[in-house]
């Protein structure tokens, strides 16, 4: 590893975290101006998903696709959506900050699954891990708003976080795993683009036309910063530092959420909701350096 590619694949994360932490920034304005949450994901997969097409274009990428890999696709994009549309959902009831840092917890239920379903060697750091993590959960969600609404905020946000786990595991065990990361994840955009549209179409009475300009590039930062770019960027980020460094890294997620909701939204935040947060992350970055030397001793 060159300190030239190691300055390149920080500086990818960086940006591709950062990126998807200023979700709340786009979406927070477009659900404020009355638009509802699916048809919002409408329009941020549907510009993703151009944005991926033109890059596939570029790099001369086939975008031939088997059945077996299409029904592959489908799944890991209904996993996906449901992460996508809970999370935003989820501002309604909690900060923003707070629901990202929720979400961010994924890796804790993603090592659960992997305990249940595939028998995965149990470890002292790992229950730890689990531990640091309900804690956080605890200090951060206790404080603010009432208690029906932070209830319900939080439920959504694990569920959000579970789903999401959901998808990781679906997707290590899937044979699409092997194929292009940038057409994998246009087929992902496409699929969700396509969900939304069918489920704002039967349940939700159609999908809500852009009102405004205001609105227009809040969806059109939402679709190409924090959803292409985002992706676009963290797939040379892990060749270029290597997977653990990556999802490490992916602490600046949350971090950037925070911030926002913070300095643009004016939630409110106190120390111990510090020590929650603090205590989530470090959480999360224990576990990934616990799977890494799982898979180093196999």
Not at 223 to 235: H, K, W
Request: glycine share 8%.
């Amino acid at each position: 590893m060159t300190l030239s590619n190691t300055v390149k694949g920080f500086s990818n994360r960086f940006v591709s975290a950062t990126s998807f932490g200023l979700i709340p920034l786009f979406s927070i304005p477009v659900m404020n101006a009355g638009m509802d949450v699916p048809s919002m994901m409408v329009y941020r997969f549907g510009l993703g998903c151009v944005a991926l097409l033109l890059l596939l274009f570029v790099k001369h990428i086939p975008l031939g696709l088997t059945r077996r890999e299409a029904a592959e696709v489908a799944l890991l994009a209904l996993f996906y959506d449901v992460e996508a549309m809970l999370m935003i959902f989820g501002y309604n009831y909690i900060s923003s900050g707070i629901a990202t840092t929720l979400v961010f917890s994924y890796p804790i239920f993603t090592e659960v699954l992997m305990l249940i379903f595939f028998h995965e060697r149990f470890s002292w750091n790992t229950l730890v891990a689990l531990l640091l993590a309900f804690a956080g959960v605890a200090l951060l969600t206790g404080f603010g708003g009432s208690e029906h609404a932070r209830t319900a905020g939080i439920m959504i946000e694990l569920m959000a976080g579970l789903s999401y786990a959901f998808y990781i595991v679906a997707m290590s065990n899937m044979r699409v795993r092997r194929m292009n990361s940038f057409k994998l994840t246009f087929y992902i955009f496409g699929f969700s683009t396509l969900f939304f549209i069918i489920f704002g179409m039967g349940m939700n009475g159609g999908i809500k036309p852009v009102k405004d300009v205001p609105m227009f590039c809040n969806l059109l930062l939402l679709g190409l910063v924090s959803t292409a770019l985002s992706n676009v960027l963290l797939i040379p980020a892990i060749k270029q530092i290597g997977a653990t460094t990556t999802a490490v890294l992916g602490a600046f997620e949350p971090l950037t959420a925070m911030i926002i909701s913070i300095t643009v939204f004016g939630d409110s935040f106190s120390l111990v909701m510090g020590i929650g947060f603090v205590l989530i992350i470090v959480s999360v970055i224990q576990l990934v350096l616990v799977n890494v030397k799982k898979k180093q001793s196999i």
